[in-house]
C-alpha cells in the first residue's frame, strides 16, 4: 500500500496572520502521524510565511497553481522556480475551478505539468466530472479525456513523481461526498488508465487522491478503499483539528 498523502488546498482564503496561525497548529499536531504525508496549500502570498513555519516539520508546502514558462514578460504569473525558491515541493494543476472558473484547458494543464516535472515539483493533477456529465454516463470518457490531455507526454519515469487527484466537481463544497463506491470506481479506471499507459510497476507508483467534501467523519471509508492514496481538502483543511482529525484517519489505515 501506498503512504496516504493528506492535501490541504486552502484555495483563496486566510489572511497572513491566519495563515500561519493555521500552519502552526497543523506542524504542531501532525509529528505524532509519522505514517502518513501531509502537505499545506496556502494562497501565493502566503507560501513564504507558511513555509517559515512548516520548515524542518513533516508537513510539506504547495501552490494551487503555477505558470509553465520559466520567466519573462507574464505579468502576474508564477514559475516552477518561484515556488520552488519558495520552498514548495508540490503544485495542484488543474484544480475544477480553475478548469470551469478560470478556463483552463487540458493543454494549459499538460504545459504546466511538464513545466512542474522539469523544474522538480510534483504536480498534483486534477480530474473530475460536473454532475451533468455523471447523470449523463460520461464520467469514465470525461475522466479518460481529462487524463490524456492533462498527462500528455509525461514518461514513465516523470508519472511516478506525480500524483493525480479525483474530485468530482458536484461533490466540491458542497458536502455531497462520493460514496466510497463510487470514488473507488473512478480511481481504478484512473489507475487502469495508468497501467494501459505505463506499466504495472510505474503505474502502482503512483498516488491518486480522493478530493470533494472530505470530512474526518467519511475520511475512514474513503481512505480504506482501494486507489484510494490519499484526500485532497478543501474545507476542512481551514481547520486543524479537522485536517489532523482526517490525517489521524490515514495514519491509523
Ligand atoms: P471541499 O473539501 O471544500 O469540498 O473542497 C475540495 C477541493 O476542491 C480540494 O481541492
Known amino acids: ?14 489572511d497572513r496572520a491566519g495563515a500561519v496561525k493555521l500552519a502552526r497548529a497543523i506542524a504542531d499536531g501532525a509529528a505524532k502521524y509519522s505514517t502518513v504525508d501531509l502537505l499545506v496549500c496556502p494562497p501565493f502570498v502566503n507560501l513564504v510565511p ?15 497553481n503555477m505558470y509553465h514558462e520559466a520567466s519573462g514578460a507574464f505579468t502576474g504569473e508564477t514559475s516552477a522556480a518561484m ?28 504545459k504546466k505539468t511538464s513545466a512542474a516535472l522539469a523544474a522538480g515539483l510534483i504536480p498534483i493533477v486534477c480530474v473530475g466530472e460536473l454532475l451533468a456529465e455523471r447523470e449523463a454516463g460520461q464520467t ?13 507526454g509525461v514518461s514513465a519515469e516523470q508519472i511516478e513523481q506525480t ?8 461533490a466540491i463544497g458542497t458536502g455531497k461526498v462520493a460514496t466510497p463506491q463510487q470514488a473507488a470506481e473512478v480511481h481504478a479506471d484512473l489507475r487502469k488508465l495508468l497501467v494501459d499507459r505505463y506499466n504495472s ?16 467523519s467519511n475520511a475512514g471509508e474513503l481512505l480504506a478503499q482501494p486507489n484510494i492514496d490519499g484526500a485532497l481538502v478543501g474545507g476542512a483543511s481551514l481547520n486543524a483539528e479537522d485536517f489532523l482529525g482526517i490525517a489521524a484517519t490515514g495514519a491509523a489505515l
Open 163 to 170: 500524483v493525480i487527484a479525483y474530485e468530482p466537481v458536484w
Open 201 to 216: 510497476g510505474s503505474a502502482e507508483k503512483v498516488r491518486i487522491l480522493y478530493g470533494g467534501s472530505v470530512k474526518a
Open 50 to 64: 507558511v513555509g517559515e513555519v512548516v520548515k524542518g516539520t513533516k508537513v510539506a508546502l504547495g501552490a494551487q
Open 1 to 14: 500500500m501506498l503512504r496516504k498523502l493528506i492535501a490541504g488546498n486552502w484555495k483563496m482564503n486566510t
Open 83 to 110: 515556488l520552488l525558491d519558495a520552498g514548495c515541493s508540490y503544485v495542484i494543476l488543474g484544480h475544477s475551478e480553475r478548469r470551469h472558473i478560470l478556463k483552463e484547458t487540458d493543454a494549459d494543464i499538460n
Open 140 to 152: 469514465t470518457a470525461v475522466i479518460r479525456h481529462q487524463f490524456e490531455g492533462s498527462l500528455a
